[in-house]
């Protein structure tokens, strides 16, 4: 008798492959990257893995897409269940940005595979730039709604979000020595309070 594994759906087989690559890449990081070691994880063969994803650039582009994906909804999720700030959801994605779901140091490993592989495949630069604009998109749409009277750029404003908490992430990741963000949360807070404070600011005449 068949194995309920053997019994998957090609895109239910697709799914595992794709799950089986990102806990390998945030276990392993680079090293993670291996026919072999995927394969394990799945408990698949090389070529099943081969007979779904022909190339190891399309396999990588897709776990980098599920990844975003996973943390988009999970934004999302938490903006839309915090009732007390529904007019400000800025200040929602500004309060859960270190926390494990949203951000934990492990998932660094995993994106800097995906990050670097941007550099020379065209597959990953295309799908870094679905996912940046996805994500940009959102911010502006957030920002709109938080600050309603904001006479800025709210692609620029969402533009110095993304990378100052990147750069943040980046930096709690490497030299936070497994302590709390509590220190990085702070700064982001810090931005939070400058950019409400300027956008409700009269304008001069």
């Known amino acids: 008798m068949k194995k309920k594994s053997d019994r998957l759906s090609p895109p239910e087989r697709r799914s595992q492959l794709i799950e089986?690559?990102?806990?390998c890449l945030m276990r392993e990081g680079a090293r993670g990257l291996s026919s072999r070691k995927i394969c394990a994880q799945a408990q698949v063969s090389v070529g099943l893995?081969?007979?779904h994803f022909s190339r190891q650039e399309q396999l990588v582009a897709a776990a980098y897409e599920e990844?975003?994906?996973?943390?988009?909804e999970t934004l999302r999720a938490r903006i839309q269940a915090d009732a007390q700030n529904q007019d400000a959801p800025i200040k929602t994605l500004v309060s859960c940005a270190f926390e494990e779901d949203i951000m934990h140091p492990d998932?660094?490993?995993?994106?800097?595979?995906?990050w670097s592989k941007t550099i020379d495949s065209?597959?990953?630069?295309?799908?870094h730039d679905r996912i940046n604009e996805r994500l940009q998109s959102y911010l502006i749409e957030v920002l709109a709604q938080s600050l309603p009277n904001c006479a800025g750029d709210l692609r620029v404003?969402?533009?110095?979000?993304?990378?100052?908490v990147d750069g943040l992430w980046l930096d709690w990741s490497l030299n936070g020595k497994h302590q709390s963000a509590e220190l990085w949360q702070t700064i982001l807070n810090q931005w939070l309070d400058r950019t409400l404070a300027l956008a409700s600011a009269p304008v001069p005449d």
């Open 122 to 127: 065209k597959m990953m630069r295309a799908t």
């Open 67 to 72: 990844s975003s994906r996973r943390h988009h």
């Open 49 to 51: 893995l081969n007979h």
């Open 107 to 114: 998932q660094l490993r995993a994106w800097v595979v995906f």
């Open 157 to 164: 404003l969402a533009i110095e979000y993304s990378a100052l």
């Open 20 to 23: 089986a690559t990102l806990i």
